[in-house]
């Protein structure tokens, strides 16, 4: 694999920090729906990663993938607004678990992670380019 | 005694580039996980693969040019909470320290092969 199996590996984390953000806007966009496609307010979801490696200690390993998407599964917030069409009986309407300060933190972390794959990919190429000139 | 084209250095310094190549592999692989919960930092340690490849050299066994797998080292160093050992600075520090190695040893081969150039020619350009 050599020089070329680096890219894969810093793509493979370009790919997983962008479905974070990618899920992160999601839950900002959806902070405040009260009714999604199940009648239910809308659940903050999360991406899980997880290594791409074989066993053993001695393996490279090629990378992170993602292993799937799930719901969080925390009681929705409540709000006291009878007039609301989704209030239940007692007048309290259930919003989204999404907490917007959280979310904005993991946007950051997914924006910098993203930032130290660029670097590695770059450095990468900076070295298949250095490679190129053995012989000139 | 035989004549060789290639000597000890020029093929320690071929193994160099391999080891240096994997190892930006393993430092990207380590930096692709910095969000993974729960994985551990690996590297390769580079002074003691090639110290393995040159008594090779010495004993006089040819392997030391093809690829190699060099072994991981996975870190227990600072754990974060979630049981993360990626440490994004120390990895770039690393990055970098490694893609300066690998310069360096396609810039010293490059004036071997020069040399090897110049000695063909007769000293003529």
Same mark, same amino acid.
């Given at each position: 694999m050599g020089t070329f199996g680096t890219f894969g590996i810093s793509a493979s984390g370009l790919t997983a920090e962008r479905l974070r953000m990618d899920i992160i806007a999601g839950n900002l966009a959806n902070? &405040?729906?009260?009714?999604s496609a199940d009648g239910e307010p809308y659940q903050r979801r999360f991406a899980v990663f997880a290594p791409i490696e074989e066993p053993g200690q001695r393996s490279v390993g090629r990378g992170v993938r993602v292993v799937g998407i799930y719901k969080d599964r925390r009681p929705p917030k409540l709000v006291y607004d009878? &007039?609301?069409?989704?209030?239940d009986e007692h007048g309290f309407v259930s919003y989204p678990n999404v907490e917007p300060v959280r979310e904005m933190v993991d946007l950051i972390t997914a924006t910098r992670a993203y930032e130290a794959n660029v670097t590695a990919f770059n450095a990468a190429k900076n070295m298949a380019n250095k490679a190129l000139e053995i012989g000139r | 005694m035989g004549m060789h084209l290639w000597g000890k250095t020029d093929r320690l310094l071929a193994a160099g580039l391999d080891v240096s190549a994997r190892r930006a592999q393993v430092l990207s692989h380590n930096i692709a996980n910095v969000?993974?919960? %729960?994985y551990k930092r690996k590297d390769i340690d580079f002074r003691r693969v090639l110290q393995q490849v040159n008594e090779e050299i010495e004993r006089g066994?040819? %392997?030391?040019m093809e690829a190699r797998t060099p072994g991981s080292i996975a870190h227990q160093a600072a754990v974060r909470n979630d049981g993360n050992s990626v440490d994004v600075e120390r990895e770039m520090a690393y990055l970098a320290e490694n893609s300066l190695r690998y310069n360096s040893m396609v810039e010293i081969l490059n004036r071997r092969i020069r040399l090897l150039r110049a000695a063909i020619s007769e000293g003529r350009r």
């Open positions: 902070a &405040n729906t009260t009714r009878p &007039n609301h069409p989704d209030a | 969000n993974t919960p %729960g066994e040819k %392997g030391a």
